[in-house]
T-cell receptor, first 117, second 113 residues
Framework: GAVVSQHPSRVICKSGTSVKIECRSLDFQATTMFWYRQFPKQSLMLMATSNEGSKATYEQGVEKDKFLINHASLTLSTLTVTSAHPEDSSFYIC?????????????FGPGTRLLVL | QQQVKQSPQSLIVQKGGISIINCAYENTAFDYFPWYQQFPGKGPALLIAIRPDVSEKKEGRFTISFNKSAKQFSLHIMDSQPGDSATYFCAAQSSGGSYIPTFGRGTSLIVHP
């Protein structure tokens, strides 16, 4: 149990376009979802925390108008990278917390590789 | 400020050997310590986790040792296998907060056949 999916797994886009990444909890309801960014050979950097039906909480230094997060339901959160630029190229990973269980464990998605040309 | 310090940054072990990764934390409010395993191009997966009320937890070949007074915890991989080659992240989080883990910088483990 506790499976989190992400779509797409990889995307290549032109500079200036917007890209939407979906994160779904497949077999549980995610009270909270998290979005991370990971550069090669580095740790995970938390970008924002989202709770279903409310605005996301962004970490310091993360532009909320650049990275739009929507947590429309208990099983779906989306991250939209608006007007993407080459420096936005990275590995984006979502995770979800199952509030019905112990709540402590985060279940990660497989990640989305974004390349902006 | 790095609240969870992880070492070594990289580790090379022969097949059958013991891999040991260490982490130290500063925030005494942390009360949940998970370890994640990440293969290249994949998301992290929970490997094993421990709470501070026990000093050791074992699951198969993986063992966490926890020293509350020293604020240190470590992952031991017994009988290391080439399939264990991955990046390992320790983390620490507080149940009294938002359940957001603070990650270590990661350890790249290579197990030679």
């Amino acid at each position: 149990g506790a499976v989190v999916s992400q779509h797409p797994s990889r995307v290549i886009c032109k500079s200036g376009t917007s890209v939407k990444i979906e994160c779904r909890s497949l077999d549980f309801q995610a009270t909270t979802m998290f979005w991370y960014r990971q550069f090669p050979k580095q740790s995970l950097m938390l970008m924002a925390t989202s709770n279903e039906g409310s605005k996301a909480t962004y970490e310091q230094g993360v532009e909320k108008d650049k990275f739009l997060i929507n947590h429309a339901s208990l099983t779906l959160s989306t991250l939209t990278v608006t007007s993407a630029h080459p420096e936005d190229s990275s590995f984006y990973i979502c995770s979800a917390r199952d509030g019905s269980r112990d709540g402590e464990t985060q279940y990660f998605g497989p990640g989305t590789r974004l390349l902006v040309l | 400020q790095q609240q969870v310090k992880q070492s070594p940054q990289s580790l090379i072990v022969q097949k059958g050997g013991i891999s040991i990764i260490n982490c130290a934390y500063e925030n005494t409010a942390f009360d949940y310590f998970p370890w994640y395993q990440q293969f290249p191009g994949k998301g992290p997966a929970l490997l094993i986790a421990i709470r501070p009320d026990v000093s050791e937890k074992k699951e198969g070949r993986f063992t966490i040792s926890f020293n509350k007074s020293a604020k240190q915890f470590s992952l031991h991989i017994m009988d290391s296998q080439p399939g264990d080659s991955a990046t390992y992240f320790c983390a620490a989080q507080s149940s009294g907060g938002s359940y957001i883990p603070t990650f270590g910088r990661g350890t790249s483990l290579i197990v030679h056949p």
